[in-house]
């Protein structure tokens, strides 16, 4: 037992008895004299009432006799009573020796059998049993499939289906995500923010191109909200991936300039802003022109794929497992060594797959011309997003592997051991 807890008990025990003992214990002797002189006073109180009743005749001689009587007896029987009552000096005394027993025993009992004396000092176990435990993969899935089956219920909640594509997109189903997307599309119309991750979910369904459908609908939003970030950078996006530089060039200075002065985001997008410039100038050496037209795109893409690729083994810090959960998303990503943050190569995953091995290849590309082979050198990475979010966040965990090789063919280890400040 706690020897901290004891005291404590004790010291409350005590305190107790210093409210409860004291008043058993004292003693308060009856004053019989003082008793007789107020009935004597009282009784001669009356008899001048009587007498002045009897001279006013208001009384006859007869009633004053009985009522006399009647007082003299009475005041006879009250100091007869009085000198019978004496003080017991152990008046009260065995309720003190009862409380001082009672007390202590019931305290005892009630503590032992409903108190946790360990809470003064908590071990390790304790503080992580009270500790919030997140739903499993099982539970999640469960949720996500009741939800499925009330909107089936209700399929003119469009709330509720834009609902279940934000699920499913969490679950990484992106087709069945850009499916619930499609439906609150349907009912709500052209709504830039829903008709985006309804791109986005499309373009993740399809290896994250933003091509067809979904690039219609980037450039749809766009056309209805000319300043939305996230259409500026989807459609930005689209038009990279089509090899049309200088458009996508166009789009992302307009969300730079949109972006807060100095903010991260607009940071990233101004080195991808770079990385695009110093590209475009290479086209423009290698051509001859001052455009890159989409006829030169299309070529570059066409050219035979490099052999290059990287091996890298991913793992998680042991003292960090304890803030991730299996569901958390996992980027694996390779970068240039400096300009643009666009990933050169990316693979998507979650921390239930860890320890991990991936191979980064040309075929991984975001873009043509952002690709492994050409670079000599680049910075490999694994982050974890709680928020499966692709730009990198605050409290995201995190591991880096600098200056690697791409000619090297030895397998390169990333260990996330670190937390994003």
Not at 144 to 173: C, R, T
Not at 195 to 207: G, H, T, V
Not at 381 to 388: D, H, P, T, Y
Request: one cysteine or more.
């Amino acid at each position: 037992m706690n020897l901290l807890f004891l005291l404590i008990a004790a010291c409350l025990v005590l305190l107790a008895f210093l409210f409860i003992l004291p008043p058993l214990w004292r003693q308060r002797p009856i004053a019989k004299a003082t008793m007789n002189e107020r009935n004597i006073a009282i009784a001669k109180q009356r008899l001048a009432e009587l007498t002045e009743q009897l001279q006013s005749n208001v009384l006859s001689q007869a009633q004053y006799n009985e009522q006399r009587a009647e007082l003299e007896q009475g005041l006879s029987d009250d100091l007869e009573l009085t000198t019978q009552i004496e003080a017991n000096p152990e008046k009260g005394q065995w309720m003190a020796y009862l409380l001082m027993l009672g007390v202590p025993v019931l305290a005892a009992t009630l503590y032992w059998s409903l108190g946790t004396f360990n809470a003064i000092e908590p071990t390790p176990e304790m503080l992580a049993s009270n500790k919030p435990t997140m739903p499993n993969q099982d539970a999640i899935n469960k949720m996500v499939d009741g939800l499925a089956k009330k909107i089936q219920a209700d399929p003119n909640n469009a709330e509720g289906w834009v609902m279940l594509g934000q699920s499913y997109k969490h679950l990484e189903k992106y087709a069945q995500s850009a499916d619930a997307y499609a439906h609150a599309y349907q009912l709500l119309g052209d709504k830039p923010d829903v008709m985006l991750q309804y791109a986005e979910a499309l373009s993740f369904a399809n290896d994250e191109q933003i091509t067809g459908k979904s690039a219609d609908l980037v450039f749809k939003a766009l056309a209805l909200e000319p300043t939305n970030p996230n259409a500026l950078w989807l459609a930005g996006m689209a038009k990279a991936q089509a090899g049309e530089f200088m458009a996508a060039k166009k789009l992302w200075t307009q969300l730079a300039d949109s972006l807060p002065e100095g903010s991260e985001a607009q940071q990233e997008t101004r080195a991808l802003l770079t990385k695009i410039d110093s590209k475009i100038a290479e086209a423009n050496n290698e051509t001859g022109t001052k455009v890159v037209s989409k006829e030169a795109a299309n070529a570059e893409k066409i050219t035979p794929v490099s052999i290059a690729s990287v091996d890298v083994q991913v793992s998680l810090a042991p003292e960090l497992q304890a803030q991730t959960s299996p569901t958390d998303t996992v980027f694996i990503y390779a970068q240039a060594l400096s300009g643009s943050p666009m990933p050169l190569a990316i693979v998507r995953k979650q921390v239930s797959d860890l320890p991990l091995a991936v191979n980064f290849t040309d075929a991984q590309a975001m873009t043509p011309t952002m690709k492994l082979s050409n670079f000599a050198d680049v910075t490999l990475l694994a982050r974890i997003s709680k928020s499966g979010n692709a730009m990198k966040q605050t409290g995201d965990l995190i591991g880096v592997l600098e200056g690697v090789t791409v000619a090297d063919k030895t397998r390169h280890t990333i260990v996330i051991n670190s937390v994003v400040k």
